[in-house]
């Protein structure tokens, strides 16, 4: 046999060894590790899984340096952690110019029990409008970075810590200058945030850790997804997202089970039914994504989902040292069939936590433990000491569970504690009533449409207006939000329609009104700025493009841009006029013919400015430079060049504007930017929070009045 066959087969027999050394019966799916099938492989599984984690982390040279950092310890903590968008109505009052923070928190309380941190969301999915990128629109949010700083220090005078996302994705913006890992370290830092999450990522890289220590104010990482090599970034990934699947028989989360320091976050964004989401959280004995404001889209979670939550998260802090037990035991043997347990246990206690996945109660016996003298057993769901019935060194231990429900057992030998008599206290009063109680159905939120009132009817077209006769319209739009399919509570609700949805089609008669030929210009928003001394009491980025209240050289016939909604609405009632409704300004542009866009049913270029997709915005276009793309009525500069502000809609939560017409910026490299609708049946939709933020380059307006 020649040398080359013999090192040949030793390499074979190496990495079939090597193979065999991974092997296990039960192989991660994703982010979750599989249960048994019945609970008589119970031991067997268990030993495979111990073993498997052994394995795993000595191949990747494993160590838990970052989970041991007392700066980093509050992550093991944060068991409830909604993602908020900046623009949440609770979280920021634009009339009083301030951060709400009291108010935003005292809603999740009386809700659910409150929060240990927050995912405050300030960019997706209004990045992209224009070339800030991710942290110019931090720096954008009211007040700046001092104003972020201290709405930071009301979240940590309230116990709660605050992570900001990172998108590695946003590459077709404004070029920070410095790589992202250092920009966020950086930023972060400055405003005196706590963590980063990383969006679309499944680890947030190595880098970002060196990065927020170099600066001395280490971040948490929490990637979106999880880690894609759960046993090295792990070491530096201290949270994560569970983006989870829920058999009957509950999956263990695999990077808990490698490291029972590492918080995972629940996140089922769309999911109506939390059921599922709280069951398997606190069965694995991890966090909560609580998201209700997706995107400008109400999900909000249920008054039996709240009250789960409320009672889960009060035993998780209160215990929230044997969550980490290393010696957790994952389906622990139970006495009935549909109930799942896992154990968690230290030197002198033990806990337990339990679910129901039969839709039935199960009332009785539930599960055998070891038993010695001076044990003491308390059913926290419950809120009593329970009287085990014993057998020798077996206690069995005997109460009820609801359909679908919960259960959480202490053993000890330590005896009532402070903790554990508030605790107990707590969830006796709650005990009274039941889950079942609580209102399960899921409720869409109402929008309203903020009114605009009627201007002095003209007998005549003012100047540079065109008149729009009247008739009846067949008004038909869709929204262009990335996400959220065609659910209720998409997009938003007009006030002929009984929810908010993606597609409108509805048939109304419109009165005759003149429009501005042209979108307001800068010479014109000058006139009016020299007559009525107009100054936002909000005014960071008020005409951004400005210097010393004059616009550059050459753009006097360009549109004005960076103007607020606020500040259209200022111009126009200065010059006795109004905003367009938005099936206003689609039938001043696409007339009775139902056509796509202003010149006909065929996309052309010529009637359009070139788009810019360069990370740097140039200017937009002067408004006279496409005659070609005259609507029927000849109303100009409708498509292409800036977006045009028309309604606002409002809910408990959110508000938006309606934007039309698209612009010239398309920023490259990434599907998660402002979408483009430059056919007349589509709108964006840009969430509001605050002018400062509102503001864009690409975002300007035109103006309307009533005929008689």
Not at 157 to 181: I, K
Not at 381 to 394: A, H, I, R, S, T
Not at 626 to 636: D, E, I, K, L, W
Request: proline share 7%; aromatic share 12%; hydrophobic share 35%.
């Amino acid at each position: 046999m020649s040398t080359n066959r013999i090192l040949l087969m030793i390499f074979i027999l190496v990495f079939a060894c090597a193979l065999g050394a991974q092997d296990t019966k039960y192989p991660p799916q994703n982010e979750q590790i599989p249960g048994p099938e019945k609970p008589a492989d119970f031991p067997a599984w268990l030993s495979d899984l111990q073993h498997y984690r052994h394995e795993r982390l000595i191949r990747a040279g494993y160590h838990g340096e970052q989970y041991a950092r007392p700066e980093l310890a509050w992550t093991q903590r944060a068991f409830i952690q909604p993602q908020m968008m900046k623009e949440d109505r609770y979280f920021y009052d634009p009339v009083a110019g301030r951060y709400t923070v009291d108010r935003y928190l005292d809603d999740l309380e009386k809700r659910y029990g409150g929060i240990d941190a927050v995912l405050v969301w300030h960019t997706y999915p209004n990045i992209g409008i224009d070339s800030r990128n991710q942290y110019d629109w931090l720096r954008d949010m009211p007040g700046g970075a001092n104003g972020v700083r201290q709405m930071i220090a009301d979240f940590h005078r309230r116990g709660v810590r605050v992570l900001f996302p990172v998108m590695l994705w946003d590459q077709g913006t404004r070029d920070e200058g410095v790589p992202n890992a250092v920009a966020t370290a950086r930023l972060l830092a400055e405003v005196g945030a706590d963590g980063v999450n990383g969006d679309t990522l499944a680890e947030v890289p190595l880098n970002f850790r060196l990065a927020s220590d170099s600066m001395g104010h280490p971040l948490a990482l929490e990637p979106e997804g999880a880690p894609e090599n759960p046993s090295e970034a792990l070491a530096w990934n201290n949270m994560s997202w569970g983006y989870w699947k829920y058999p009957i028989v509950p999956m263990i989360s695999l990077y808990k089970w490698l490291e029972p320091r590492h918080m995972v976050n629940v996140c089922e964004r769309w999911s109506r039914d939390k059921t599922n989401n709280l069951q398997f959280a606190f069965f694995n004995g991890v966090g909560y994504e609580s998201w209700e404001n997706v995107w400008g889209i109400w999900n909000g979670i249920t008054p039996r989902d709240g009250e789960a939550l409320r009672r889960i998260a009060r035993i998780e802090r209160t215990y929230a040292d044997l969550l980490d037990s290393p010696q957790w035991e994952p389906h622990t043997p139970v006495l009935r069939h549909g109930v799942f347990a896992s154990k968690f246990p230290d030197k002198d206690q033990t806990l337990w936590a339990l679910i129901n996945r039969n839709e039935y109660d199960v009332v009785g016996a539930q599960f055998d433990t070891p038993y010695a003298p001076g044990m003491r057993f308390f059913d926290l769901w419950n809120g009593k000491e329970l009287q085990p019935d014993v057998q020798g060194d077996v206690a069995t231990l005997s109460f009820s569970m609801e359909g679908h429900g919960f259960g959480a057992v202490l053993a000890t030998t330590r005896g009532m504690d402070d903790a554990l008599d508030r605790l107990l206290d707590y969830t006796s009063e709650l005990a009274l009533r039941p889950l079942r109680q609580y209102s399960h159905e899921w409720k869409f939120l109402p929008q309203q449409l903020v009114e605009i009132p009627r201007t002095r009817s003209a007998p005549s077209a003012p100047e540079g207006m065109v008149k729009v006769p009247g008739g009846m319209f067949l008004f038909q739009v869709s929204g262009i939000e990335i996400e959220g399919g065609n659910d209720v509570g998409v997009d938003v609700q007009y006030s002929w329609e009984d929810s908010p949805r993606r597609h409108h089609r509805h048939s109304l008669e419109i009165k005759p009104f003149y429009i501005d030929k042209y979108p307001v210009t800068n010479a014109a928003f000058k006139q009016f700025l020299d007559a009525a001394h107009y100054r936002p009491k909000d005014d960071h980025n008020f005409l951004r493009d400005w210097k010393d209240g004059k616009f550059p050289e050459g753009w006097a016939n360009k549109p004005v841009t960076w103007v607020s909604l606020e500040d259209a609405r200022a111009y126009a009632a200065w010059a006795g006029k109004r905003l367009p409704h938005e099936w206003e300004w689609q039938y001043a542009a696409q007339g009775s013919d139902g056509r796509l866009y202003p010149w006909g049913n065929d996309w052309d270029t010529a009637p359009v400015p070139t788009p810019e997709k360069r990370r740097d915005m140039r200017p937009p276009t002067d408004v006279d430079a496409y005659p070609r793309g005259a609507s029927p009525f000849g109303v100009m500069d409708l498509v292409g060049n800036v977006w045009q502000w028309t309604d606002e809609f409002v809910d408990e939560h959110t508000r938006a504007g309606i934007l039309r017409g698209g612009s010239y910026y398309q920023p490259q490299g990434s599907m998660w930017y402002f979408p483009q609708a430059y056919k007349l049946n589509e709108h964006g939709k840009y969430l509001l929070m605050a002018p400062s933020a509102d503001r864009s380059g690409t975002v300007g307006f035109r103006c309307v009045v009533d005929a008689e």
